[in-house]
């Protein structure tokens, strides 16, 4: 499986863009799906994660402004960034996991077993 993410670029504050990730082989809701983001000089954070039975995961950081969801006539998994603030700026990076792992684990990169090559957001006025 290939995964392609895009939506991203340079964004004002407050706006709302979205990233997608393009699924590429089995129908997505075959995996349990994350989004994950990294900023220079940090570490990878957990963003979101979707399992295949639409149960929805969020980080602390974004609970309540980044909503996930499925499209699954286009095999993509969307994140819907709402009021962005500077701190968000970094490479997104969405990721499928083959695995059946209880919910605490979708939140370790290290669960995922596909990754797409990152898109980067820069949140800047």
């Known amino acids: 499986v290939q995964l392609q993410a895009s939506g991203g670029g340079w964004v004002q504050p407050r706006s709302s863009p979205r990233l997608s990730c393009v699924v590429s082989?089995?129908?997505?809701?075959?995996?349990?799906m994350g989004w994950f983001r990294q900023a220079p000089g940090k570490e990878r954070e957990f963003v979101s994660a979707?399992?295949?039975?639409?149960?929805?995961y969020y980080g602390d950081s974004v609970k309540g402004r980044f909503p996930i969801s499925r499209d699954n006539a286009k095999n993509t998994v969307q994140l819907q960034m709402n009021s962005l603030k500077p701190e968000d700026t970094a490479v997104y990076y969405c990721?499928?996991?083959?695995?059946?792992?209880?919910?605490?684990?979708?939140?370790?990169?290290?669960?995922?077993?596909?990754w797409g090559q990152g898109t980067q957001v820069t949140v800047s006025s």
């Open positions: 990721a499928a996991s083959d695995h059946h792992y209880i919910s605490s684990y979708l939140r370790r990169d290290t669960s995922y077993d596909y």
């Open positions: 082989g089995p129908p997505s809701r075959t995996y349990d």
């Open positions: 979707l399992r295949r039975n639409g149960a929805t």
